[in-house]
């Protein structure tokens, strides 16, 4: 069994209907009912406060069946995702500062002429900016994960 079919089921069992796990949780009644289904991607946190809300004190209750050595690599997997999403961000971190001092050097000779090459160096630091940004919240989203895995018996 599933984990949606889990929190269905433990859901039902507490006698809570979709419309009060739904408010409970600050969300709509079809956007509750989606992530029974499936079709919500349920994130660590929205699963930390169903739990909570349903009185699940192991995740094993609501998670599959995990043997030890699935979690040690998991772990390992998670640990080596973090490792290049910090990787990355300091890179795009380096990368910027350098686009800024190339943009400084090009400001100061020949404005007119070098105009396009100020302009090709905006955009890829827009675009690094982006990437910084993704690298970030990808990077926070591990530790979630990270710290859900510990919580595995």
């Known amino acids: 069994m599933g984990t949606i079919h889990k929190i269905k089921e433990l859901r039902k069992q507490k006698g809570y209907s979709q419309k009060e796990m739904a408010e409970k949780l600050n969300i709509s009644t079809s956007g509750y009912g989606k992530i029974e289904i499936g079709e919500n991607v349920l994130s660590v946190e929205r699963l930390q406060d169903i739990c909570r809300i349903l009185g699940v004190t192991s995740y094993n209750q609501v998670l599959p069946a995990i043997n030890d050595d699935s979690v040690n690599e998991i772990q390992k997997v998670l640990l080596t995702a973090g ?22 050097k090009y400001k100061n000779q020949e404005p007119e002429k070098n105009a396009d090459i100020r302009k090709d160096l905006e955009l890829i630091a827009d675009y690094l900016k982006t990437i910084n940004s993704e690298s970030v919240k990808n990077r926070y989203n591990l530790v979630s994960m990270r710290k859900l895995i510990e919580l595995i018996d």
């Open 83 to 104: 490792m290049a999403f910090d990787s990355i961000h300091h890179n795009a971190l380096y990368l910027n500062r350098l686009i800024d001092s190339l943009n400084e």
